[in-house]
């Protein structure tokens, strides 16, 4: 089955700096990755995801890139602002209906 | 309306009572899930229902019972739990069942259930 390692679990960044989230996945038939992001009292929301056929996808601050040879994708916030503070989780699918998580990134924005 | 919302938000029970989570959608998807997510850990699967049949349990205790009345609606009947149950109970959605875990699925803010 599917097995999903996020790194680092816990990052701390000054506002404005970069943020990088990274996953590697196990299964080469995996053909979508999201990622999803956490806040205190809320489910997880959506915040950006990537198929199997493209190599990188951005929205505004926010990207997402995909290696499938080396089965990892990555997640990119860029001029990080306090409101990203949060935890974030990759996925990936493992057949039928089920999705595996990461053990998820807790994200400090230092104003 | 992309929301999924869950009732009650906070729920205290008895290891003897019984009680049920409910969990409603109303953009038109045909799969809905039951996820349970303890502290400072991801979601886990515990149920998946496909045009309104299960398709998945994760083998999970015979104490947790759902329940899907019709396509928007999604219950989870709970009795004789334990205080390990303790847990944000997550439903979640999705378009077309026919796109599998390739489908973005839709979370709602979860019922943060204590069982004492």
């Known amino acids: 089955g599917e097995n999903v390692e996020q790194h680092p679990s816990t990052l701390s960044v000054q506002e404005g700096d970069s943020a990088v989230i990274k996953c590697t996945y196990s299964?080469?038939?995996?053909?979508?990755f999201p990622w999803y992001k956490q806040e205190l009292g809320k489910g997880p929301q959506l915040i950006i995801d990537?198929?199997?056929?493209?190599g990188e996808k951005k929205d505004q601050r926010i990207a997402v890139t995909l290696n499938k040879t080396a089965k990892h994708f990555s997640l990119h916030i860029t001029e990080t602002q306090p409101e990203d503070s949060a935890v974030y989780f990759c996925?990936?699918?493992?057949?039928?209906?089920?999705?595996?998580f990461g053990a998820g990134t807790r994200l400090f924005v230092k104003a | 309306d992309t929301e999924v919302t869950q009732t009650p938000k906070h729920l205290v029970m008895g290891m003897t009572n019984k009680k049920s989570l409910k969990c409603e959608q109303h953009?038109?998807?045909?799969?809905m899930y039951w996820y349970k997510q303890k502290a400072k850990k991801p979601p886990e699967l515990m149920f998946v229902y496909s045009y309104e049949k299960l398709s998945i349990n994760e083998s999970v205790p015979s104490r947790f019972s759902p329940e899907c009345p019709n396509s928007s609606l999604l219950n989870l009947h709970l009795h004789a739990l334990q205080p390990e149950d303790s847990a944000l109970y997550l439903c979640a959605s999705s378009q077309d069942p026919s796109g599998g875990s390739g489908e973005t699925q839709y979370f709602g803010p979860g019922t943060r259930l204590l069982v004492l």
């Open positions: 953009m038109g998807h045909r799969a």
């Open positions: 990537i198929r199997s056929n493209v």
């Open positions: 299964d080469s038939a995996s053909n979508y």
């Open positions: 996925a990936a699918p493992t057949g039928g209906f089920k999705t595996i």
